[in-house]
């Protein structure tokens, strides 16, 4: 089953004129997102802008130049091009009709990359360099030039900045604080983070490539769980477009919400809404929307009319244009800006936009922690998980349950969760483990009562049995067949082992620890991963590291060995981010 998308939010209308031409693929543009918004291109193009269709000199035998433009500037690109229209300017005798749309960059992107079914432009202008991220050099389009700049910022309603001020400084810093899931008691009990989808908007990616060089730049320890919990966070707070961003922010609600998105979507939003949300500049600098000129057609007079309409967008006259509609000129300039407006007309400090590699990675990265997550958590209830895990005297059982208590808050109602137990015979002869809840979303109802409250019940109420034994190896067996029958596409499909330092001890005999690995081994499909994730209290021995850390690799997995009930919350984080690389994530021991 495919990933699922909505488009109940995409903007678009018809348009009625012919198809114009259609080229082979130009390879994979941004292709982790490409093909999620696909889709978009077919639904999410603006009316089109026909020009000069009666321009001076033009005839039936016209150079037709398609040209396509993220949707925000469309309205300035068609200004030009209708000036355009009007020089009389032609191309081996013709003249140049000119048609300009607006089109969501993400559905172009994916055209490019030959994963979309939209015609091909002639030119392109996108919001942002970093679709063209993952094309190869020798397939790229050529960029000639840059029509406009809008930095990304934050943003908030002018009462709530006001309310902030003590509280929020306006920093990617900040924004992490607010967007991480480990620290849910701290500013993300006040603030709310909204974040346009960086799957469709490069607002969106832009910000979290900014955030990620800042946490990266500050050297704190554990950066990549840090920016997971954040992705996580996000990613139930993205929204699709600024039309829906600033109508949330507009909702009164008990944590103050604070948006990212460009600067010139805050100044279209006052132009129509009495100047009601104001510009956030991060103190770090940020990362400019850099409104690249992409020319895609080869040759032909239409490459000789994209040559001419090219030089047209980046004169002085065309500087002035995008500056009327809330652009900056591409050296940062924006008349149109004014603090009355709740902007800053002074630029702010620039932010270099990160690699080809840097940006395919955090798309990447995106894509996969915003899947849905289909979990089923198997808890060893053997006599030795009532023993103390640590020097506080706490019970191996109780820091389990305590944790995965904690753990559930980290998961979106949408999630679907599952809960085994296991010892030995614990379920009739020979039957080591026993369901105690089925899988589905924590927010389904079971008897009057959440998933998620039921789970939270249920751990809380777990009992080590004094003579129980661990038949870890065929419970984990169960699970893993059970999980690869279900398998879900569009999830992260995990099973979640909680353990003690043990391992297998199964006096009624069962699969052995080398017939475990063997069947593991050879059930694993990467093309559809299921990953086992173990958390194993104090574990000492080195043959049970051992043994752990080979089931977890097995399945592109890993293992963690915690010492004291205090390294739970990081290791949860770390399991989350074991999401982001599978089914090639490294495999070493925790």
């Known amino acids: 089953?495919?990933?699922?998308?909505?488009?109940?939010?995409?903007?678009?209308?018809?348009?009625?004129?012919?198809?114009?031409?259609?080229?082979?693929?130009?390879?994979?543009?941004?292709?982790?997102?490409a093909g999620a918004v696909a889709l978009a291109v077919l639904l999410g193009?603006?009316?089109?802008?026909?020009?000069?269709?009666?321009?001076?000199?033009?005839?039936?035998?016209?150079?037709?130049?398609?040209?396509v433009t993220a949707k925000d500037v469309e309205p300035a690109i068609a200004k030009i091009a209708e000036k355009f229209g009007k020089s009389g300017k032609t191309v081996d005798g013709k003249c140049m009709?000119?048609?300009?749309?607006?089109?969501?960059?993400?559905?172009?992107?994916?055209?490019?990359?030959?994963?979309?079914?939209?015609?091909?432009?002639?030119?392109?202008?996108?919001?942002?360099?970093?679709?063209?991220?993952?094309?190869?050099?020798?397939?790229?389009?050529?960029?000639?030039?840059?029509?406009?700049?809008?930095?990304?910022?934050?943003?908030a309603p002018k009462a709530a900045a006001q309310q902030l001020s003590s509280a929020f400084t306006p920093s990617w810093t900040a924004m992490l604080d607010a967007a991480n899931a480990a620290k849910p008691d701290g500013l993300a009990k006040k603030v709310r983070v909204l974040v346009l989808d960086p799957g469709l908007n490069a607002a969106g990616l832009g910000a979290l490539a900014a955030a990620a060089g800042v946490l990266k730049a500050s050297g704190a320890a554990n950066t990549d769980e840090l920016l997971v919990g954040v992705l996580r966070q996000l990613s139930e707070s993205k929204v699709t477009s600024p039309d829906s961003l600033f109508a949330t922010l507009a909702k009164t609600a008990t944590r103050v919400p604070i948006g990212v998105t460009s600067e010139q979507s805050v100044w279209a939003f006052n132009a129509k809404n009495d100047a009601a949300a104001v510009a956030l500049y991060p103190a770090e600098g940020t990362v400019n929307l850099d409104y690249p000129i992409v020319t895609v057609v080869k040759d032909?007079?239409?490459?000789?009319?994209?040559?001419?309409?090219?030089?047209?967008?980046?004169?002085?006259?065309?500087?002035?244009?995008?500056?009327?509609?809330?652009?900056r000129t591409p050296d940062g300039v924006g008349s149109a800006l004014t603090a009355e407006q709740g902007l800053n007309p002074k630029a702010p400090t620039a932010l270099p936009l990160p690699d080809a590699k840097t940006v395919v990675t955090l798309a990447q990265s995106w894509k996969r922690?915003?899947?849905?997550?289909?979990?089923l958590s198997l808890t060893d209830i053997s006599g030795t998980m009532a023993l103390p895990a640590d020097s506080s005297g706490v019970s191996r059982m109780?820091?389990?349950?305590?944790?995965?208590?904690?753990?559930l808050k980290l998961f979106p109602d949408k999630t679907e969760?599952?809960?085994?137990?296991?010892?030995d015979n614990l379920n009739g002869d020979r039957v080591d483990w026993k369901e105690t809840i089925p899988i589905g979303p924590l927010a389904q109802q079971l008897n009057g009562v959440t998933r998620r409250e039921l789970v939270a019940k249920n751990l809380a109420e777990l009992k080590a049995i004094p003579t129980g034994n661990t038949g870890l190896n065929d419970s984990l067996w169960a699970a893993y067949q059970k999980m690869t029958d279900e398998y879900e596409a569009d999830k992260i499909n995990t099973i979640l082992l909680f353990t003690d330092g043990v391992g297998n001890d199964d006096p009624s005999g069962g699969i052995t620890n080398a017939g475990i690995l063997k069947r593991l081994k050879a059930a694993y499909d990467p093309q559809q991963p299921v990953s086992i994730l173990i958390i194993s209290f104090?574990?000492?021995?080195?043959?049970?590291?051992?043994?752990?850390?080979?089931?977890?690799?097995?399945?592109?997995?890993?293992?963690?060995?915690?010492?004291?009930?205090?390294?739970?919350?990081?290791?949860?984080?770390?399991?989350?981010?074991?999401?982001?690389?599978?089914?090639?994530?490294?495999?070493?021991?925790?």
Not at 45 to 67: F, S
Not at 398 to 407: C, H, L, R, S, T
Not at 417 to 422: A, D, E, L, P
Request: proline residues 8%; charged residues 20%; aromatic residues 6%.
């Open 398 to 407: 109780k820091a389990i349950a305590d944790v995965g208590i904690e753990g």
């Open 300 to 327: 032909g007079p239409e490459a000789k009319a994209a040559k001419e309409f090219t030089a047209e967008l980046v004169n002085a006259a065309s500087k002035k244009t995008v500056q009327e509609f809330g652009f």
């Open 1 to 33: 089953m495919g990933g699922r998308h909505r488009t109940d939010e995409l903007e678009g209308g018809y348009n009625p004129e012919p198809p114009p031409r259609r080229r082979g693929g130009a390879g994979k543009v941004l292709v982790p997102l």
């Open 97 to 155: 009709a000119v048609t300009v749309s607006g089109s969501d960059s993400a559905g172009v992107a994916a055209a490019l990359s030959g994963t979309g079914d939209a015609p091909e432009p002639d030119i392109w202008i996108p919001d942002s360099s970093l679709w063209l991220a993952g094309l190869p050099k020798e397939r790229a389009p050529k960029v000639s030039g840059n029509v406009a700049q809008s930095p990304v910022v934050l943003t």
């Open 538 to 590: 104090n574990t000492a021995a080195d043959e049970n590291r051992t043994q752990m850390t080979q089931i977890a690799r097995s399945t592109g997995g890993t293992a963690y060995f915690p010492q004291t009930v205090l390294e739970i919350r990081n290791i949860f984080l770390k399991g989350i981010a074991r999401r982001l690389c599978t089914p090639n994530c490294p495999s070493a021991q925790q």
């Open 417 to 423: 969760i599952g809960t085994w137990i296991f010892s």
């Open 45 to 67: 193009v603006a009316a089109y802008v026909v020009v000069n269709k009666e321009g001076p000199g033009c005839g039936p035998d016209k150079v037709a130049l398609r040209v």
């Open 369 to 375: 922690v915003s899947l849905g997550t289909r979990l």
